[in-house]
């Protein structure tokens, strides 16, 4: 059973760029799936930022593309999220999260615990 | 962008009630739709799939259905482990998106 475990800064100053990285257990990155982030402001909605499949094709929310980049590392089993020029509206809990890609269209299987991100000065 | 759109936004219950919740798609999303259950400070957990396909260890008592662009979350009686925010989320097309949520809260 595929484990993913998100770690990064809880702060971030506005106009900075957020990171933050996956790590995939139980599993290799390298399998079918396609690696996801989702974030939830305090108390809203889910939100999908985006996806990539270990060869590195990418899929975005066109809402944040222009400030999104993912990619994957396989020799550490893990993927990542910057986000940049963040602003306060960019504060809440990223999660990762995994879908099956053996097949087109699948749901989320697989989420992460979640960690709180604040854009503050 | 696909809209997914829930009601009611709260239900208030009580254990042993049915619970219908609703979702529906601004445009047919055939049956390209999975519901999650989350509690407060966790993570999402997938709960439905594919509109009325049940997630292996899910309680029968959870049951969906519908198509095109309207489908229906049921839990036929409500348990106390039950209440909780209920999300739709499409997988149709890009991008994925979630409904507002149901939080189903205690009567």
Redesign the interface.
């Known amino acids: 059973q595929v484990q993913l475990q998100e770690s990064g800064p809880g702060l971030v100053k506005p106009s900075g760029t957020l990171s933050l990285t996956c790590a995939v257990s139980g599993g290799s990155i390298s399998s079918t799936n396609w690696w996801?982030w989702v974030r939830q402001p305090p108390g809203k909605?889910?939100?999908?930022i985006g996806e990539i499949y270990h060869s590195g094709s990418t899929?975005?929310?066109?809402?944040l593309k222009s400030r999104v980049t993912i990619s994957v590392d396989k020799s550490k089993n893990q993927f990542s999220l910057r986000l940049s020029s963040v602003t306060a509206a960019d504060t809440a809990v990223y999660?990762c999260?995994s879908?099956n890609g053996e097949v087109l269209?699948?749901?989320?299987?697989f989420?992460?615990?979640?960690t709180l991100v604040t854009v503050s000065s | 962008?696909i809209q997914m759109t829930q009601s009611p936004s709260t239900l208030s219950a009580s254990v042993g009630d049915r619970v219908t919740i609703t979702c529906r798609a601004s445009q047919s999303i055939s049956s390209?739709l999975?519901w999650?259950q989350q509690k407060p400070g966790?993570?999402?957990?997938?709960m439905i799939?594919?509109a009325s396909s049940l997630?292996s260890g899910v309680p029968s008592r959870f049951s969906g259905s519908g198509s095109g662009t309207e489908f229906t979350l049921t839990i036929s009686s409500l348990q106390p482990d039950d209440f909780a925010t209920y999300?739709c989320?499409q997988?149709?097309s890009?991008?994925?998106?979630?409904?507002?949520?149901t939080k189903v809260e205690i009567k």
Do not use: C, H, M, V
């Not at chain 1, 899929?59 to 809402?63: E, L, T, V």
């Not at chain 2, 966790?42 to 997938?46: D, E, L, T, V």
């Open positions: 996801s909605g889910l939100e999908w899929n975005y929310n066109p809402s999660y999260a879908r269209l699948t749901s989320f299987d989420w992460g615990q979640g | 962008d390209w999975a999650y966790k993570a999402p957990k997938i799939y594919k997630e999300y989320q997988y149709n890009y991008p994925w998106t979630f409904g507002q949520g």
